[in-house]
């Protein structure tokens, strides 16, 4: 036998492949993998399954009348031919056209709702609220016999065991899987008593997990009275529930990482927040004291009865309020901070946080003593300040005299027979003019 060359070889492979039936009427089903668009329009990709693979070819003409964005993972049906690329000798199949198969079918239908409730609006951003920074009761909605409901409870109850958990049970896979799931969010969203609620289930296909995709789930969503957390398959996963939900966790275990803060975190926020009130008292306290002081050098300057009663009144209202004020504060966050401490020692806390909760306890202490230290020395500066003003009031006051109701000042500006009413401290008197003196003489 002849040696025959390379070329002719696969000339030869080519011919053959040609005129088998069955090679150039191939419907072929796989998964897309490696996709490239030449700058001619052809398309370059990889199909394959769990044990091969085979490079394709799809020419312009063909790419352009499917009018599909096919993208790597897509599972897919395709009809051509198999041949041979002479350059490298490579068998690749060259694809005449592509539809979307399994989860790629599904795949399209989930792009379609998407881009269906995202123009109606469902998904805009300005829906979105935040989640509470410390939230004392989460609901759950998942499968009670899931890996997803342990891997949450097992993470909250590490970062808080003060959190308390509702779980709203439901199906997270297969036919009414959507529906139930919506039952179940509606029964938490009704509650007053939930703060945050999550939706989670472990991975899976996108079979799977799309009930999550369900339209009617979705819009129930949407109408929410609660804050949201979808934390739905793994990292990968995506599902319309995420689109919605106020925020987007990558697997459960996330999501009870974002939603329940650690014990740490919650007391050091709470003693953050105690030196902040105390700063504010003491600020306050200061203030009072410095009006106190305006006030009181506004008095020395005046010689009026009335002015003198005046602000006598306007400083004992500032005094009020001040009192009513600070002992609004300080009781508020005594009571705050008496409910953490019951719901802290209720579950057993280390000894650090018993030795947190007294170093707060002494501080409160502390504060009250302080607090009252200030309201009693402001009492006392206000009385003498009171009794000064009395004083002041008795010696400054001196007797008016008046002509029909004109004030007099000098013996020129009457008469004798005139009659003048002198008014004092506490009343007036009438008397009539037998005589004028002026510098020692008499007129």
Do not use: W
């Amino acid at each position: 036998m002849n040696p025959i060359s390379v070329s002719e070889l696969l000339a030869y492979t080519k011919k053959v492949l040609k005129t088998d039936y069955m090679l150039n009427h191939v419907l072929i089903k796989g998964e897309l993998s490696e996709i490239k668009t030449a700058s001619s329009g052809h398309m370059y990709f990889t199909i394959k399954d769990d044990k091969a693979r085979m490079d394709c070819i799809m020419y312009r003409d063909d790419a352009e009348a499917s009018d599909m964005d096919f993208q790597v993972g897509m599972e897919v049906e395709m009809n051509g031919s198999v041949a041979i690329y002479a350059p490298s000798g490579r068998l690749q199949f060259v694809a005449k056209t592509m539809e979307l198969t399994g989860e790629g079918a599904l795949y399209k239908l989930f792009l379609k709702l998407k881009d269906l409730l995202s123009k109606e609006g469902l998904f805009d951003m300005d829906k979105k609220v935040a989640l509470p920074e410390m939230p004392k009761t989460v609901g759950v909605v998942t499968s009670t016999a899931g890996a997803a409901l342990h891997d949450f409870l097992q993470v909250a109850a590490n970062r808080n065991p003060a959190v308390s958990v509702i779980v709203s049970p439901t199906l997270v896979q297969g036919e009414g899987a959507g529906a139930s799931i919506a039952r179940a969010f509606k029964r938490l969203d009704a509650r007053d008593d939930v703060d945050v609620i999550l939706i989670t289930r472990g991975g899976g296909s996108m079979e799977d997990l799309f009930c999550f995709n369900d339209e009617t789930l979705i819009r129930t969503l949407a109408e929410r009275r609660h804050p949201v957390v979808s934390a739905v398959g793994h990292e990968v996963d995506t599902t319309l529930c995420d689109y919605v939900a106020d925020v987007r966790a990558a697997t459960p275990t996330h999501g009870a990482e974002i939603i329940v803060s650690p014990r740490e975190e919650i007391l050091s926020t709470s003693r953050g927040r105690l030196q902040v009130m105390e700063h504010a008292i003491a600020l306050s306290l200061h203030e009072a004291r410095r009006r106190n002081d305006v006030l009181g050098h506004r008095l020395h300057q005046t010689v009026s009865m009335e002015a003198i009663l005046n602000k006598r009144l306007a400083q004992k209202a500032v005094k009020e309020r001040m009192d009513f004020r600070m002992k609004e504060a300080v009781n508020r966050h005594v009571q705050s901070l008496n409910r953490y401490g019951i719901r802290i020692k209720a579950v057993n806390l280390p000894a650090r946080a018993a030795r947190d909760a007294e170093s707060l306890a002494l501080m409160k202490q502390r504060m009250v003593r302080q607090s009252a230290l200030a309201v009693k020395n402001a009492r006392r500066d206000l009385a003498e300040l009171d009794n000064r003003m009395k004083t002041m009031g008795k010696e400054r006051v001196k007797p008016r005299v008046r002509v029909q109701n004109r004030y007099i000042r000098s013996a020129t500006e009457v008469d004798v027979g005139d009659v003048l009413k002198v008014d004092l401290l506490d009343g007036s008197i009438a008397a009539r003019v037998l005589s004028i003196e002026r510098n020692g003489h008499e007129l």
